[in-house]
T-cell receptor
Framework: LAKTTQPISMDSYEGQEVNITCSHN???????ITWYQQFPSQGPRFIIQ???TKVTNEVASLFIPADRKSSTLSLPRVSLSDTAVYYC?????????????FGKGMKLTVNP | EAGVAQSPRYKIIEKRQSVAFWCNPI?????LYWYQQILGQGPKLLIQ????????DSQLPKDRFSAERLKGVDSTLKIQPAKLEDSAVYLC?????????????FGEGSRLTVL
């Protein structure tokens, strides 16, 4: 079971770049790393997914070192609306409940 | 494109009563998931369907929870009888890919309060 560990919370300010780390020491060869964002009273929303090195989309970048035992979600120039819970997940290309396991996530608070 | 639809948004029942939640996934999405999210915790997978077949229901409390996905589209999650600890948000999600490497699209959830 590929388990993830994240900080409980983080505070930031508008306009800053925020880097959120996730540890996944037991990641398997076929596992992908996926990040979700969740606002209160809403379902989680996909942010980005990667397997190795760096992935970038219009909202974030995902950095994965060569050993893949950790990953970093980078949010450029955060705003108040980025205040949310962020989940890091690892998943394998097989069905089963051990896949796509959500942890408690990390609460990001962006201050004015 | 319409998102994942869930109903009802809120439900309050007394313990030992029954409740049912409905989910309509995004059109064309073969995989459907039901998650339970207790306040302050991450979502926990209850059951995963591929079309109308169950891929995994190992964390579904089968003595009181049941789910079906007739015709491989809509799905219903039922709880009978409900317990206090079932108070949670029940999230439905769907995806195109079976192998969990694709994006999951979540609905807004159904919040259950058991008194």
């Amino acid at each position: 079971l590929a388990k993830t560990t994240q900080p409980i919370s983080m505070d930031s300010y508008e306009g800053q770049e925020v880097n959120i780390t996730c540890s996944h020491n037991n990641i398997a060869t076929n596992d992908y790393i996926t990040w979700y964002q969740q606002f209160p009273s809403q379902g989680p929303r996909f942010i980005i997914q990667g397997y190795k090195t760096k992935v970038t989309n219009e909202v974030a970048s995902l950095f994965i070192p060569a050993d893949r035992k950790s990953s970093t979600l980078s949010l450029p120039r955060v705003s108040l609306s980025d205040t949310a819970v962020y989940y890091c997940l690892v998943g394998t290309p097989q069905g089963g409940s051990e896949k796509l396991v959500f942890g408690k996530g990390m609460k990001l608070t962006v201050n004015p | 494109e319409a998102g994942v639809a869930q109903s009802p948004r809120y439900k309050i029942i007394e313990k030992r009563q029954s409740v049912a939640f409905w989910c309509n996934p995004i059109s064309g999405h073969a995989t459907l998931y039901w998650y339970q999210q207790i306040l302050g915790q991450g979502p926990k997978l209850l059951i995963q369907f591929q079309n109308n077949g169950v891929v995994d229901d190992s964390q579904l409390p089968k003595d009181r929870f049941s789910a079906e996905r007739l015709k491989g589209v809509d799905s219903t999650l039922k709880i009978q009888p409900a317990k206090l600890e079932d108070s949670a948000v029940y999230l439905c999600a769907s995806s195109l890919r079976r192998d969990n490497t694709g994006e999951l699209f979540f609905g807004e959830g159904s919040r259950l309060t058991v008194l």
